[in-house]
């Protein structure tokens, strides 16, 4: 029997794995209840940007195995409920917001028939799934909840999703486990890592991971700070670090430092969590690790007062990039425009640039201003930033954007721009964690 499978909420986890698992031959129902959402993934559009994601739902609608309705009864047919609903962090404090995991639980829940396993992929604080599931047998007996933790990367979700580097399953008896080996056969077939595990590993199995990346970046860039103040650079530092294997050289890319709809909120609410569990302790670490992240956005705009003026107000400053990350067009809690508005706020007035993310942008930071060409957004600058590190960025000829600008001064905040060649061009070159020679 082909399972018949539902995900619950579409937005950038949703969208992505209702696309793959129809990809993977399921017949499957998308719902949410955004009904703009739902009617522009409908007609083939996503309402946001990732490589290869709009031709792959475009396929699957095309296959009819894919379809997408506001209407939640549509799901009642289904075996497998994916949970795929959005945790952010709650306006007056560090926790995760339940409110979408368990209004949605509480919708299907009546409505799903018996034998169906309801699956939550959410990131949530640990011992939710627990709750979770004691509710929705309490309202559904015959049904049972597993979890099912996400890794995927925003620039990579499609592939991220079809060619997981492991799968883990929270589960508590093997006939859910059987379940969800149907689901993920082809995975299997291609001897993904699987691992099983119970309810609160899997969901700690989320956040650590991402508590840990997070780590790796917040200490790379405290070693910016060392060699800031001892004359080193850290870009040779990290690429030293990165040959002994047990380091490895991922994520140790130093700069203005990681946001993102993830791992800032996800960190926060590991913090909270700890604390409700009498362990705060054990992730008192963790709030350094955000203070380091944060305080990298404060040193950018530092190095801006010491190569230009301390007083900013009248200067013209040009910024390259404003999602959180290349590849994208997310722009919550965006390092990029967090320094922009600073900036911004001190007196400058600002240009930014995006190929992909300036109508997010203008949605959240309406008094910056924006240019869709680097040409426009440079000119006459008294000082360029570069904040998001696209491809685009790098092929810039340094030579022809000198004739642009008002003062030749280029930070990047990236450290992914060629030092040697920029300066080569005459631009008074600076980087987080690089001395100035
Ligand atoms: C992250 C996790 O990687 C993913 O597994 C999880 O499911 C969701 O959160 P994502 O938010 O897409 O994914 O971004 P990621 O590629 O991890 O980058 C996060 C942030 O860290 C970005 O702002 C990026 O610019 C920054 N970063 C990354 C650095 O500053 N330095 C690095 O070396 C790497």
């Known amino acids: 029997m082909t399972l018949k499978i539902s995900v619950i909420g579409t937005g950038y986890l949703g969208a992505t794995h209702a696309a793959c698992m129809s990809h993977l031959g399921f017949e499957v129902v998308g719902v949410d209840i955004d009904p703009a959402k739902i009617a522009s993934l409908a007609a083939g559009t996503i309402p946001f940007y990732e490589p290869g994601l709009q031709e792959l739902l475009q396929s699957e609608l095309a296959t009819g195995r894919l379809s ?61 799934a627990a709750k979770m599931r004691e509710q929705l047998l309490a309202i559904n007996p015959d049904t049972d909840l597993a979890w099912n933790p996400e890794f995927l990367r925003e620039g990579f979700a499609v592939e991220d999703t079809l060619k997981p580097n492991r799968l883990v399953v929270g589960v508590t008896n093997s006939k859910t486990e059987e379940i969800l ?24 199995v989320k956040v650590s991971a991402n508590a840990f990346l997070a780590t790796k970046i917040s200490f790379i860039n405290a070693m910016a700070e060392i060699c800031e103040a001892a004359g080193g650079d850290v870009t040779v530092l990290a690429k030293a670090i990165g040959y002994d294997p047990r ?53 950018m705009i530092e190095l801006v007062r ?19 990350k290349p590849d994208s067009d997310d722009v919550r809690d965006s390092p990029a425009l967090d320094i922009s508005a600073q900036i911004q706020a001190a007196g400058a007035t600002v240009t930014v640039h995006d190929p992909k993310a300036i109508s997010n942008a203008q949605k ?55 030092r040697d060649k920029w300066r080569a061009a005459g631009w008074k070159f600076r980087a987080l964690g690089r001395s100035e020679n």
């Open 68 to 128: 997408f309705s506001s209407d939640l009864s549509a799901i009642s047919d289904c075996d497998v409920h994916f949970i795929c609903v959005g945790t952010p962090q709650v306006a007056d404090g560090l926790a995760a917001d339940l409110t979408y995991v368990f209004s949605s639980l509480n919708a299907i829940a009546p409505i799903i028939k018996p034998g169906s396993l309801v699956v939550g992929k959410s990131t949530v604080p640990v011992g939710t």
């Open 306 to 324: 010491k190569d230009l003026s301390e007083d900013l107000r009248g200067k013209k400053i040009a910024v390259l990039g404003a999602a959180f």
């Open 181 to 204: 080996r149907q689901v993920y056969a082809k995975n299997l077939a291609e001897e993904t890592p699987w691992v099983v595990a119970d309810l609160p590993t899997a969901e700690l």
């Open 364 to 418: 959240r930071f309406p008094a910056l201003n924006y240019s869709d060409s680097i040409e426009e957004c440079v000119k006459e600058a008294d000082l360029v930033l570069h904040l998001t590190e696209w491809k685009l960025y790098r092929e810039i000829d340094p030579v022809q954007l000198h004739s642009l600008v008002a003062q030749p001064i280029m930070i990047d905040g990236r450290n992914a721009l060629d």
């Open 247 to 299: 380091i490895g050289n991922r994520f140790l890319q130093a700069g203005i430092g990681f946001g993102g709809g993830c791992l800032p909120k996800d960190l926060r609410a590991f913090i909270a969590r700890s604390k409700e569990l009498g362990a705060d302790q054990a992730l008192e670490f963790l709030r350094d690790i955000d203070s380091i992240n944060l305080r990298a956005r404060t040193r």
